[in-house]
């Protein structure tokens, strides 16, 4: 069974920055594309970034130049580094496993596995 758990949110004001961690056990962690989404209330679960098996990286417009995707196969972690972060950006944060896509997928029902999410909130 695969197991993602992120960590690393919290409560941050605007401007800020936070780094979320996604932590993956039992799989293959190299074979996964990964990616981040995140819900706010009332609104739908949107891409966040995306890291493929091979290091490359794909960010939704509202984030890029912001947030970057990392991975460390060694540790089979995950992160996101999000800075400059906006009121707009509060929602609860997910991880998530793809290993079917080669690239990057972007739309949520194509990932696998998930984690249970983490809060971030950005005040004003």
């Known amino acids: 069974q695969v197991l993602l758990v992120e960590s690393g949110g919290g409560l941050v004001q605007t401007g800020g920055s936070l780094r979320l961690s996604c932590g993956v056990s039992?799989?293959?962690?190299?074979?996964?594309?990964m990616g981040w989404f995140r819900q706010a209330p009332g609104k739908e679960r949107e891409f966040v970034a995306g890291?493929?098996?091979?290091?490359?990286?794909y960010y939704a417009d509202s984030v890029k130049g912001r947030f970057t995707i990392s991975r460390d196969n060694a540790k089979n972690i995950v992160y996101l580094q999000m800075s400059s972060l906006k009121p707009e950006d509060t929602a609860v944060y997910y991880c998530a496993a793809d290993w079917r896509t080669l690239g990057v997928a972007r739309d949520w029902n194509e990932y696998d596995y998930w984690g249970q999410g983490t809060q971030v909130t950005v005040s004003s």
């Open positions: 890291i493929s098996r091979s290091d490359s990286t």
């Open positions: 039992g799989g293959t962690f190299s074979s996964y594309a």
